[in-house]
């Protein structure tokens, strides 16, 4: 098993910057996808983010040059830096943990962007 606990959520104003933190721990690999998901009311869950064991990442079009997702072998902890945040972003965010063993969701952390 893998436990995630995610956190950094909050209120922000449009225009401004938060960063999710999903950290990890049980069953930690080598070998790893890592997704960030977001779910805005009303609406289907979907792709933000995704950052693989060797480093690479992809994006939803609509974050690509806003958010960058990344991580810290050592804490076993990822991140997803969100900037220029818009009104549109506003969902609750999950982390996704992905290898051998199984797939994993962390319990989600709400991001509103408001003024």
């Known amino acids: 098993q893998v436990q995630l606990v995610e956190s950094g959520g909050g209120l922000v104003q449009p225009g401004g910057s938060l960063r999710l933190s999903c950290a990890a721990s049980g069953n930690i690999f080598s070998r790893f996808v890592v997704h960030w998901y977001r779910q805005a009311p009303g609406k289907q869950r979907e792709f933000v983010a995704r950052?693989?064991?060797?480093?690479?990442?992809l994006y939803l079009d609509s974050v690509q040059g806003r958010f960058i997702i990344s991580e810290d072998n050592a804490k076993n902890t990822f991140y997803l830096q969100m900037n220029s945040l818009e009104p549109e972003d506003t969902a609750v965010y999950y982390c996704n943990y992905h290898n051998s063993l199984g797939n994993f969701w962390g319990q989600g952390t709400q991001v509103t962007v408001s003024s």
């Open positions: 950052i693989t064991n060797d480093g690479g990442t």
